[in-house]
């Protein structure tokens, strides 16, 4: 099956950018989505297809795609951006989703 | 305001069989293909199974093929999720979740609030 692997934990400084990344066996052939999860929560879509954002996420969202890595990348990091961030695709030869396990951003 | 709201969660003992309800609004329900994730405590988000707008098209991951059964009825703007022969491993949190189209693979872009399911 396929997999996808996120770093466990990311710290970044308020201000700062933050840069969190989804490892997978040629992930550029594949839409990658990622989600938001704050503590006692559930997830929000904060990337989709890549690059794309839902209406109402902020434009310091913003995602990439290239060879085996896609990369969530969160500019002037806020307080409230403190949360657990998901990837996620679908893998064709199964018809399953794929998540990633998870990196959980810690603003210092 | 979309909104999704789950049902029927509780503590069941192993073996036994339970069945999880989802409630939309919101949404054109039957346009819309339909998901169920859960998260076990402390864990990661796990894909169990989708069904197209029509419930033509039933989707399961490996570990669930077999014991898992999900459904919907347009009519009611409901989804459902029969769950038998529940081990302890399938504790965890589930949510109802809408897909961004009717059929085939794309984002999940609403969430419930989830139904806590316990197997012991």
């Known amino acids: 099956s396929y997999v996808l692997t996120q770093p466990p934990s990311v710290s970044v400084a308020p201000g700062q950018t933050a840069t969190i990344t989804c490892g997978g066996d040629d992930i550029e052939s594949k839409s990658v989505h990622w989600y938001q999860q704050r503590p006692g929560q559930a997830p929000v879509l904060v990337v989709y297809?890549?690059?794309d954002r839902p209406s109402g996420i902020p434009e310091r969202f913003s995602g990439s795609n290239s060879g085996n890595t896609a990369t969530l990348t969160i500019s002037r990091v806020e307080a409230g951006d403190e949360a657990d961030f998901y990837c996620q695709v679908w893998e064709s030869s199964n018809n399953d989703r794929v998540f990633g396990g998870g990196t959980k951003l810690t603003v210092l | 305001e979309v909104r999704l709201e789950e049902s029927g969660g509780g503590l069941v003992q192993p073996g036994r069989s339970l069945t999880l309800s989802c409630a939309a609004s919101g949404f054109t329900f039957d346009d819309y293909a339909m998901h169920w994730v859960r998260q076990a405590p402390g864990k990661g988000l796990e894909w169990v199974s989708g069904?197209?707008?029509?419930?033509?098209?039933?989707e399961y991951a490996d570990s669930m093929k077999g014991r898992f059964t999900i459904s919907r009825e347009n009519a009611k703007k409901s989804l459902y999720l029969q769950m038998n022969s529940l081990r302890p491993e399938d504790t965890a949190l589930y949510f109802c979740?809408?897909?961004?189209?009717?059929?085939?693979?794309?984002?999940?872009?609403?969430w419930g609030l989830g139904t806590m399911v316990t197997v012991s």
């Open positions: 069904i197209s707008y029509d419930g033509e098209r039933l």
């Open positions: 297809e890549d690059s």
């Open positions: 979740v809408k897909d961004m189209r009717g059929v085939g693979a794309s984002a999940l872009d609403m």
